[in-house]
């Protein structure tokens, strides 16, 4: 028997892309508490069948795969007809590969965003969904006055040096990813509110943890603290004063459950709602103050090797994530200095993971591409 879960549904839970970083988290903490899993996911991303395994021998039958693409309408449809809710994390989830090929960047993103919301809006009984959207929605935010200062940007603006960007920031999409997650993001709240359908957003900055896949093109912290375990040079584009709020993915997962709680007591703050999701302030991190903290933490220090900005990179991205803790309570919780020994732990094996071999990245980018 399937335990209720904190929305008080027997269903199963979907995770489309649920064999990813943020999937197989998410699985993990649901199967652990009784719940079932339907992990939706046609493997593309290089490693991720790890994941799954993983997931299996810790879960045996909680977790059910459908090995299956998001493109295909029919197989989501019964996918999604049989879950309580729908966690849709399945996507094409890197700048550079978009610029290589934005119709199949599209097709992913917005259109097989397009068929889950649909068979969401089809089913006898709707789901509640909840979407990961990204930073990238508000541009390179390049009017954004900043001064470099001790390792850092940091904006002239006090109320955005104190909390981050908003909700309210104009959208602004760039690059054929953000276009397509930007479109999708805004299907979701649209569904919301044309459909009455219980869905919502998390526009997301700069996740890490243990079971993350980081490549040059996507996953930065992990493809930072994979070379510099391999003792291998990192490539930075721009001068690494940029800053991210990076949060460790037992927040995120955290806070994902109390959205989806929000979302099943069809609270008006929750419903329909965009949230801006990451460590907040102090979480915030330059390039170079992280690469000091990995130094650190593995006690050697990697080669750098400096390259030309790339349009479109922000210079400074933080998250205010007030809506998101007025509305349910959550702070993130992990400091980075605890997240970062856990993630280096797991990338070492000593949390009982078996050592994961550096990914392939799907282009040669370089430090800023992944920087997303
Ligand atoms: N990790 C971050 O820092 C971050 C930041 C912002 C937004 N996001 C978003 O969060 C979500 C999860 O990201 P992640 O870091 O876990 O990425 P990930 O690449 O580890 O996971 C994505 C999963 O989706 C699967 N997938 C890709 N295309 C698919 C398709 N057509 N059909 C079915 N499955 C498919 C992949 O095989 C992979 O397992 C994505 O939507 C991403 O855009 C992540």
């Known amino acids: ?26 699985a993990d903490r649901l199967a652990a508490a009784g719940e079932r899993v339907i992990v939706y996911d046609n493997l593309s991303r290089d490693g991720v ?48 590969t978009s610029l290589v090929d934005p119709l199949d960047d599209f097709d992913v993103n917005g259109r097989g965003t397009l068929n889950v919301l649909s068979a969401v809006r089809q089913a006898s009984d709707p789901p509640s969904l909840l979407f990961t959207s990204t930073n990238k929605v508000y541009g390179a935010l390049a009017d954004v006055p900043l001064e470099p200062r001790a390792g850092r940007y940091v904006p002239f603006k006090p109320d955005l040096r104190e909390d981050g960007v908003a909700e309210d920031a104009a959208l602004d999409f760039y690059s054929p990813y953000g276009c397509s997650k930007g479109c999708a993001d805004q299907y979701v709240l ?32 992990a493809h930072f603290v994979r070379r510099a375990l391999a003792g ?66 593995l006690g050697s220090r990697p080669e750098l090797k400096f390259g030309p900005w790339r349009p479109g990179d922000q210079r400074y991205y933080v998250s205010n994530t007030g809506k998101f803790r007025k509305a349910t309570g959550w702070s993130a919780r992990v400091g980075l200095d605890e997240g970062l020994e856990r993630l280096v732990a797991a990338l070492r094996g000593d949390e009982g993971l078996e050592q994961q071999a550096s990914p392939r990245a799907a282009s040669a980018g370089g430090l800023e591409a992944a920087v997303r």
């Not at 028997?1 to 943020?22: E, K, N, Q, W």
């Open 190 to 221: 649209d569904h919301a509110r044309i459909y009455g359908l219980r869905t919502c957003v998390f526009r997301m900055s700069c996740i890490y943890g243990p079971r993350q896949l980081g490549t040059e093109d996507q996953g930065w912290v």
């Open 49 to 96: 069948s790890r994941n799954l395994a993983w997931l299996r021998a810790r879960h045996g039958d909680r977790i059910e795969v459908e090995i299956a693409d998001v493109r295909d309408g029919a197989r989501v449809a019964r996918a999604v007809e049989r879950a309580g809710h729908v966690f849709h994390f399945a996507a094409q989830v890197a700048v550079t």
């Open 232 to 297: 291998e040079t990192i490539s930075i584009y721009g001068n690494g004063l940029q800053v991210r709020d990076a949060l460790f993915v037992e927040d995120l997962v955290d806070a994902m459950q109390l959205a989806r709680r929000g979302l099943a007591q069809r609270r008006a703050n929750v419903v329909g709602q965009a949230f801006n999701i990451g460590g907040g302030p102090p979480h915030a991190v330059s390039l170079l103050e992280l690469l000091e903290r990995i130094a650190a933490a």
């Open 1 to 26: 028997m399937s335990a209720l879960g904190v929305a008080g549904d027997a269903r199963p839970v979907l995770i489309t892309g649920g064999a990813g970083f943020i999937g197989a988290n998410v």
